[in-house]
T-cell receptor, first 115, second 112 residues
Framework: NAGVTQTPKFQVLKTGQSMTLQCAQD?????MYWYRQDPGMGLRLIYY???????DKGEVPNGYNVSRLNKREFSLRLESAAPSQTSVYFC??????????????FGNGTRLTVT | QKEVEQDPGPLSVPEGAIVSLNCTYS??????FMWYRQYSRKGPELLMY????GNKEDGRFTAQVDKSSKYISLFIRDSQPSDSATYLC????????????FGTGTRLQVTL
């Protein structure tokens, strides 16, 4: 029972480099999310996808792009990494968006350092 | 001022103690209230959720919401070392139950 799987677990980038964080869920969920977690800031929503084929900006989308590749997969891309993007990134999924009985299920995170 | 305030701790208690974790919020539109538990180097996992005001109990855990005071609590009875984790409150308004506003988390350590 894998749930939400994120790759890679750790990554170090130099300023200006690009990378894609991968996320896949096996729970047949419709909605998927990308959050970042920083000390003293809590979890902040970067982008979300209510259903396959749709994506929307969250609270902190600048510097990121996303792709909902299919129902299972939702990737996050950093085109030109900056030190301010050093964070722990969590992918999450839920059965649907905006439903009370549809809690978020999180992956175990990608720890990204930008030097 | 943040929409959701949570004391970061750390909170250290002996095994068997009753733990009280709290969050305050400023947005009166919040209706859905959740508590997530996050172990070190892991993703958050949903512990409990409640709608509007009142109490909800699940085993050793009780979630309480006081909308008039904009205050929510999580009580843990008979705390165990396995309860040592960071506890995140989260909440959202109507129609956006999956677009949550999170507190920063309270780190709890239960000692033997």
């Amino acid at each position: 029972n894998a749930g939400v799987t994120q790759t890679p677990k750790f990554q170090v980038l130099k300023t200006g480099q690009s990378m894609t964080l991968q996320c896949a869920q096996d729970m047949n969920h419709n909605s998927m999310y990308w959050y970042r977690q920083d000390p003293g800031m809590g979890l902040r929503l970067i982008y979300y996808s209510a259903s396959e084929g749709t994506t929307d900006k969250g609270e902190v989308p600048n510097g990121y792009n996303v792709s909902r590749l299919n129902k299972r997969e939702f990737s996050l891309r950093l085109e030109s990494a900056a030190p301010s993007q050093t964070s722990v990134y969590f992918c999450a999924s839920s059965e649907s968006l905006g439903t009370y009985n549809s809690p978020l299920h999180f992956g175990n995170g990608t720890r990204l350092t930008v030097t | 001022q943040k929409e959701v305030e949570q004391d970061p701790g750390p909170l250290s208690v002996p095994e068997g103690a009753i733990v009280s974790l709290n969050c305050t919020y400023s947005n009166s539109a919040f209706q859905y209230f959740m508590w997530y538990r996050q172990y070190s180097r892991k993703g958050p996992e949903l512990l409990m959720y409640t709608y509007s005001s009142g109490n909800k109990e699940d085993g050793r855990f009780t979630a309480q919401v006081d909308k008039s005071s904009k205050y929510i609590s999580l009580f843990i009875r008979d705390s165990q070392p396995s309860d040592s984790a960071t506890y995140l409150c989260a909440m959202s308004g109507p129609g956006t139950a999956s677009k949550l506003t999170f507190g920063t988390g309270t780190r709890l350590q239960v000692t033997l």
